[in-house]
């Protein structure tokens, strides 16, 4: 099973349909609060290779990109693929 991580914000619209994404697709993933200013986000930046939006999306430790990029995986049948490689 692929690990996921999603860093999200609170009030963020993307955030939440990426969540509801995710667990519509009953698609098991970490949240990780990351707002601005906290550690959390800096880890975020750092790992998309400077990125600074919400969300970030990680599967197996690799940036896919915000929400725009899951739901253009999801249509494409390129996220189950990738889901499917772990």
């Known amino acids: 099973m692929a690990k996921i991580e999603i860093y999200t914000q609170p009030g ?3 955030c939440v349909r990426a969540v509801r994404l995710l667990e519509e697709k009953g698609i098991s993933f970490k949240e990780i609060n990351a707002p601005h200013g906290t550690q959390e986000r800096k880890d975020s930046v750092r790992r998309s290779g400077g990125l600074t939006t919400v969300p970030q999306i990680f599967i197996d430790d690799r940036s896919i990109g915000g929400c725009t990029d899951l739901m253009a995986l999801d249509r494409s049948g390129q996220l189950e693929m990738l889901l499917s490689q772990a």
Do not use: D, R
């Open 12 to 14: 963020c619209p993307y």
